[in-house]
């Protein structure tokens, strides 16, 4: 089944298709040539984030500027912000004012702001952040060359124009933090869906899926690289939709996977984050077919109860999602389920508390986040409905969300005792380089002592003999 891909024929890999990046061979070197200049990025927020990052250096490096890692030796410093909550805005300001103390020192260097923030604060983030000199949106980044020209004039230079086509398709993002084996891909743009608490489809703009061919053919040139996990990003995955403009053929987000999961069976494919209003029956099926999609699923519930999911513009009730959570189990009877869980909407009753604490019980999540409700300024929440929980006791109610959450976790760990699982090896753990890490199929974390001839981006097999809440102990098997 994996050596007869159709829709593989005739793909050029991105390399080919354009210019490869040659520039990052090794991207982290410092280049001492003369008039070289370097770039500093730090990332907030979700991993799409991460992604754009890695696509803005690729604009960068085609701009003739260098990553470093060394803010010191920065000419431009970047943050890649997020808004989804108040707290993570804190988090860039405080990061700002370190790089005030960095631009006293050298004051030639500029400093930029991207993503979310950026798109929700515009031109005002430069009468707040004096020292900012570039406000770029995530939709505006194939203009932060032009945007740097005329910053290093002296000009303060904003762009926030959000697109409904621009996917960056054909941009070969350069792999910034990368440990060779794990790779994320974009699939898509934006957010039609309009939760009443979320600022996303205000700062990231509407949903628009990326040409079916440059999403496969990074995959190909990732897995020739060496790769051996892509993780498919999007806010929706399942509303991808992409027409091809030759043929009329409508690829969804099923055959997407299928064609990805073609690519070779060493090749793993995850995907985030899934709505539990368009998961359908169709995914999993496909899910099912092919060993190399992962058996795994952030499917957020965002809340447990019908009535708070209907102010949250979810469009699902309980009872649609505990139907898709059963179908799951009834396709896939291994795969693991993750969610997101928001504590203390608008108006939350401590009834409507407990169904949420109810569902995760009964949905058995491996892993959730958690937080509590952030109103966010232009959301229709903040708009439509008072944010009148008090915040000690959204905080409680969290607290609560968390320890249970924590114990089903352990429990979701405990019962993998004595199994053995396929492990890709990501590399040494955190703790020590006498072990190995890496994840098996439901996306949990394994660590286990390594084995001579063993080296990551290889698959081994790990049985189980301890288990917490976070992580998995075991010992290869052969
Ligand atoms: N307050 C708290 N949590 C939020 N999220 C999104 N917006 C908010 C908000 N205003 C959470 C949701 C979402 C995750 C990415 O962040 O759970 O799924
Ligand atoms: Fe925000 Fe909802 Fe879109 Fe996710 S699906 S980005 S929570 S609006």
Redesign the pocket.
Known sequence: MYDQNPTLEGIKTIDEAQQGNVLFKDHWKTSHAPGARHFYIESYG?QMNFSDSEIVASILGEAGFYPTRNIEESDLILINTCS??EKAEETVRKRLKVFELVKKERPGTMVGVLGCMAERLKKKFLEEEKLVDIVVGPDAYRDLPNLIGGAEAGDKMVNVLLSREETYADINPVRLESNGITAFISIMRGCDNM?S????PFTRGRERSRDTFSIVAEAVQLFEQGYREVTLLGQNVDSYKWENPETGELVTFAHLLEQVAWIHPDLRVRFS?SHPKDMLDDVLHIMAKYENICKYIHL?V?SGNSRVLELMNRTYDREWYIGRIEAIRRIMPDCAVSS???AGFCTETEEEHQDTLSMIEWANYSMS?M??????PG?L?ARKYPDDIPEDVKKRRLQEIIRLQNAISLRHNQTEIGKTFKVLIEGDSRKSDQDFCGRNTQNKMVVFPKKAGLKPGEYTHVKIREASSATLLGDIVD
């Open positions: 979700c989804i909550r939760c608490f979320c600022v996303v984050t957020p965002q997101d869980i928001i986040y937080f509590y409700y952030s109103e966010r959301t929440a």
